[in-house]
């Protein structure tokens, strides 16, 4: 079979400019749109995740602002800040970058991000708005998902969807937008009994667990498209994902690990924080 390349750096660019256009008009405004990064954690690839954020922002005219806190701040400190940030009026888009120091619970916190500035659908305000069909900003990983099934014209209404992962962050999300577009959705876990019987006949196969080479032959057929969302790094320092290289060739469409859904993500949320800074400024 001849396997489509569902890369994520032409939508990521693509995007970036639409956001460019719209930072530099709300920069002509007089309100620049800033995005403020809360850090609490020394891990490295929060880091490194942090330090992308930052480079997609400054090349999209959108302000960043990282908040760290130190990996010793307490759950009390996190919260102050992220109330703090949530009443500036000059900021338009926060989130709240894990790992998390111990005792502090992400959920509970990201409760204390204000919806309409919550452009990574941390708060479960936004979570449970997205459920019910209510404009939220979803968690970017998860919009990035469609992005790139989008810009790559894959058709979903009707069609069978299996999202492996259960996560707040992606699994349950990209379930839910899945269903948004009318796809028939399977959600499967560390618990399904059978995940290849699950996984084989699906027409769309999403996957974010965390386990290089879990997706392997026998869960796939020749016209599955497989977005691979997991990021697992390798002791060279490179970055695999969650399906077994031996499944390119043998599926209809694969995304790329890396430079697949991750630089979307950091282009949707910019373009979060840009609708955000729109809506506030009356645009
Ligand atoms: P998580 O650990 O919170 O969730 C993992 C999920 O996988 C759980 O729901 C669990 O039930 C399921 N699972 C575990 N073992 C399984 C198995 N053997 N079979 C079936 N399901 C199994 O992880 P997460 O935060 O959702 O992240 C998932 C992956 O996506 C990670 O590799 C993470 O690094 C990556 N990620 C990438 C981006 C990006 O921008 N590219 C963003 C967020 C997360």
Same mark, same amino acid.
């Given at each position: ?98 790992? #998390? ?87 499967? =876990? ?28 026998? =869960? ?48 949707? #949320?910019?373009? =979060? ?11």
């Amino acid at each position: 079979v001849e396997t489509a390349v569902l890369d994520g750096t032409g939508p990521a660019r693509a995007i970036r400019a639409e956001v460019a256009a719209a930072a530099a008009e709300l920069a002509a405004a007089g309100v620049p749109a800033r995005l403020a990064v809360v850090v609490a954690t020394d891990d490295e690839s929060s880091a490194w995740y942090v330090r992308s954020i930052a480079k997609a922002a400054a090349k999209s005219g959108v302000e960043c602002e990282v908040v760290d806190l130190g990996a010793d701040a307490s759950a009390e400190r996190i919260r102050e800040e992220l109330a703090a940030l949530s009443g500036e009026p000059e900021v338009h888009g926060i989130i709240l970058q894990t790992p #998390l120091p111990p005792g502090a619970d992400f959920e509970e916190l990201a409760s204390s991000i204000a919806p309409d500035k919550d452009v990574d659908g941390a708060n479960p305000l936004s979570a449970g708005r997205l459920a019910a069909g209510l404009p939220a900003f979803p968690p970017a990983t998860a919009a990035a998902v469609l992005a790139v099934l989008d810009h790559h014209g894959v058709p979903l209404a009707g069609r069978d969807c299996a999202v492996v992962g259960r996560s707040t962050v992606v699994g349950k999300p990209v379930a839910q937008l899945l269903l948004g577009r009318d796809a028939t959705v399977t959600i499967c =876990h560390r618990h399904t009994a059978d995940l290849a019987a699950r996984t084989r006949t699906a027409d769309v196969l999403v996957v974010a667990v965390g386990r290089p080479g879990l997706i392997a032959e026998q =869960h796939v057929h020749r016209g599955s498209v497989v977005v691979d969302v997991g990021t697992n790094p390798t002791p060279d320092g490179g970055l695999v994902g969650d399906v077994d290289p031996a499944v390119a060739g043998r599926v209809a469409a694969l995304t790329p690990v890396p430079g697949g859904v991750g630089p979307v993500t950091t282009a949707l #949320l910019l373009r =979060h924080t840009v609708r955000a800074a729109l809506a506030e400024s009356g645009g």
